[in-house]
């Protein structure tokens, strides 16, 4: 079974930036898309941003449009999150997460999509 394994998370000031990252234990890990998702004290896991590997097409949350960027590395199958102009409301536990091969026409914004989950990255933005 392939492990997804983030890093990246810490506390930051409000507007300040950080940038997370996520590698499979299995370099050659093959998938149709990965995605980030966050889950905040209190409240429910929600879509954050989604890329899909082979053309690198992304989808974005409304709420991080213009502040995160989502990219991958092919050959290191390493999946990033850049995110700038931090805000108290990111404040959350980050997971990354991957779907199998075979995931086209999958809605990616949904966690149901997705089969491989890593065990999340902190991020505390103080305000």
């Known amino acids: 079974q392939v492990r997804l394994e983030e890093s990246g998370g810490g506390l930051v000031q409000a507007g300040g930036s950080l940038r997370l990252s996520c590698a499979p234990s299995e370099p050659r890990f093959s998938t149709y898309a990965m995605a980030w998702f966050r889950q905040a004290p209190g409240k429910e896991r929600e879509f954050v941003a989604a890329i899909t590997w082979r053309n690198g097409v992304k989808t974005y949350a409304d709420s991080v449009k213009g502040r995160f960027t989502i990219s991958r590395d092919g050959p290191s199958s390493t999946l990033f999150l850049q995110m700038n102009s931090l805000e108290f409301e990111d404040t959350a536990v980050y997971y990354c997460?991957?779907?199998?091969?075979?995931?086209?026409?999958?809605?990616?914004?949904?966690?149901?999509?997705?089969?491989?989950w890593g065990q999340g990255t902190l991020v505390t933005v103080s305000s």
């Open positions: 997460a991957a779907t199998g091969w075979s995931a086209s026409g999958y809605q990616l914004s949904a966690g149901t999509s997705y089969g491989y």
